[in-house]
């Protein structure tokens, strides 16, 4: 196997991949009026794809085109090399259609209906690996109506694989045969003639540049047809561009290039559906992002009150958290010299209360020591049930139901303008289900904010109690103290036995423990400062974090949910359409340059 048959085979495989990627799209559903449209569009689309794995081993079928009088029967003649068309150049003369197909050519497999046709068996070089089709004409009627040929057209050209466009000097500037043909060329390629070369002049120019806004045109024939049908009946070769033309399609358009064609075609029609699909949604999306604002800025409205509430609440209650905080330093810094003073510092309203019941000295004295030691647990106790009952507040304190019948009013709007309505629309929007996604909200909140709390004081806890900060302040607090004990050890066992100096009395023993009192209190002082630093801002964030986590699915999480949805399908529908251009580029290379094809314009 050659490299180029494995490139092949590649990019066989790729396409086959990227249509199990349209169809796993358009098996889901999204309620949204521009994807059920653009759904309802690629499905039409896939059942050609199902129509050619059936005829993919068939031999081409290549259909003439073109207005009244252009010689479409006349080139039709010229290609086999004899008359199976009656020609005519002022009147149609092609009323019902011909089919022309080689004696080998089993007609059951090209996919027609065969009784709509002229079936004609001709023995031609021209037909051993296609079938052609002489089609009516375009602008013989004035509407579709059924049995018309631009019914008939409609009917038979989605399964063209070439179409063959003749015109003449009178007729390429047609207006009404050009938009049949924009509809026509979707998912073919293309050939274009310009007939009569015996009486008319060359316009291929003029016409190329009037095709190319809509057409990649490689290359045009100029054809004598009536010269060239005479000439192969006399047994010659037919000259000029008519000898190209059955070049063509005798060695180019061949079973070789067969897959080729039809996979570039059905990438052509797929390519140009899905650019239909991605205007389709782009036209709506404006919508669609004015619901998303709305829905950002209500959450953002409550948000932003919910955080202000939410920062005063907690700093009246910033002694009560610097406390805990305190406490948890305590648990993470561990037993240690140091520690142990921030212990006694921490609970010495505690323990001068518990001293005090031993200066009691009548039972009077004892019951009002234990009133006070009340009061002070009291106090703390009712200190933290003020601060639980101010995040119940805040929590309590949420939208009435004035301002979520405004939000319902509002996002209900949006969401029809952005012609969003499914099944769950009346409950999604009903006050009951509002005031139930409320209390939801609310009932989290608490949990998360007491979460939050917990987390501050143990993020800050660790903060401040690292390895080099603890032997800081244990070598601050240990060196007064080392040099205390080294003093009154010095004294009194150096000193006094050997010295003979006296003992230190209290006037030594009092300024000692008075500036231990000093220092070991500056050095409380100084940490509980560095613990305490900070803390305003960390709860002005814990406030803001708390207030956003109130309100992080909104008032309508379903509704989110389906914008973003509605985004993924959005950005779904573009990659496909990006990748079929990209396999469109790649598949029309190993084509015959001269064939030609629709021009499809991918935007961003």
Request: with cysteine; aromatic share 8%.
């Amino acid at each position: 196997m050659t490299t180029t048959d494995i490139a092949q085979l590649k990019m066989l495989a790729e396409i086959d991949e990227l249509v199990a990627r349209v169809e796993r799209w358009t098996a889901q559903s999204v309620p949204w009026d521009a994807s059920r449209a653009a759904r309802s569009l690629l499905n039409r689309v896939l059942k050609r794809v199902d129509d050619l794995r059936i005829r993919l081993e068939a031999p081409l079928i290549v259909a003439t085109f073109g207005g009244t009088g252009t010689g479409k029967s006349s080139l039709v003649n010229a290609l086999v090399g004899r008359e199976v068309s009656r020609a005519g150049r002022q009147r149609p003369t092609t009323t019902r259609p011909l089919l022309l197909i080689h004696p080998q050519c089993a007609p059951d497999s090209l996919g027609l209906d065969l009784g709509e046709f002229e079936v004609h068996i001709v023995e031609s070089p021209v037909l051993r690996d296609i079938a052609i089709v002489d089609c009516p004409d375009p602008d013989t009627t004035e509407s579709e109506t059924p049995g018309s040929n631009l019914a008939f057209l409609h009917r038979v050209l989605p399964s063209c694989d070439v179409l063959i466009y003749t015109t003449t000097q009178q007729k390429y500037r047609s207006a009404v045969v050009g938009e049949e043909l924009a509809q026509a060329a979707s998912g073919c390629r293309l050939l274009f003639v310009q007939s009569h070369a015996d009486v008319d002049e060359d316009i291929r120019r003029d016409w190329a540049d009037q095709l190319r806004e809509r057409y990649e045109v490689p290359e045009m024939f100029f054809v004598d047809s009536l010269r060239g049908l005479r000439e192969q009946q006399s047994g010659q070769r037919p000259s000029g561009d008519l000898a190209r033309l059955q070049d063509l399609l005798t060695s180019q358009v061949v079973s070789s290039q067969r897959t080729h064609i039809r996979r570039a075609n059905l990438l052509d029609q797929l390519l140009e559906a899905l650019q239909l699909c991605v205007e389709r949604i782009d036209a709506d999306w404006s919508e669609v992002e004015q619901l998303r604002r709305a829905l950002a800025e209500q959450k953002q409205k409550v948000c932003g009150s919910m955080a202000r509430l939410l920062q005063d609440e907690l700093q009246v209650s910033s002694n009560l958290w610097e406390r805990r905080l305190l406490s948890r330093v305590n648990e993470v810094w561990g037993f240690s010299p140091f520690s142990s003073i921030l212990r006694f510092y921490n609970g010495l309203g505690g323990i001068i209360a518990s001293f005090s019941f031993f200066r009691a000295r009548t039972p009077v004295q004892m019951a009002v020591i234990g009133a006070m030691e009340g009061v002070r647990r009291l106090r703390t106790h009712r200190e933290s049930s003020q601060a639980k009952d101010r995040l119940e507040r805040v929590a309590s304190l949420g939208m009435d139901d004035e301002e979520l019948r405004e939000a319902q009013i509002v996002i209900r709007g949006f969401a029809r303008g952005a012609r969003i309505e499914d099944d769950a629309e009346r409950s999604r929007f009903s006050m009951d289900n509002l005031r139930q996604t409320a209390a939801l909200v609310q009932e989290s909140f608490l949990s998360e904010a007491g979460r939050k709390i917990d987390d501050l004081i143990d993020q800050q806890a660790r903060r401040h109690t690292g390895t080099f900060t603890k032997l800081w302040y244990e070598f601050l607090f240990l060196a007064y103290t080392g040099f205390i004990l080294f003093l009154i050890g010095k004294n009194f066992f150096y000193d006094a036995l050997f010295s003979g100096k006296p003992l230190y009395t209290i006037d030594f023993y009092l300024p000692a423990g008075l500036f231990f009192l000093i220092w070991s209190g500056t050095l409380v002082m100084l940490f509980t400062r560095r613990v305490r630093r900070g803390l305003g801002k960390r709860i002005e964030t814990l406030a803001r974090e708390m207030a956003e986590s109130r309100f992080e699915g909104g008032l309508f999480p379903g509704l989110e949910d389906l914008v973003r949805q509605i985004e993924g399908d959005r950005e779904t529908v573009r990659a496909l359409r990006d990748s079929a251009h990209l396999l469109r580029e790649d598949l029309a290379r190993p084509i015959s340059a001269s064939l030609g094809s629709k021009s499809i314009p991918v935007g961003r």
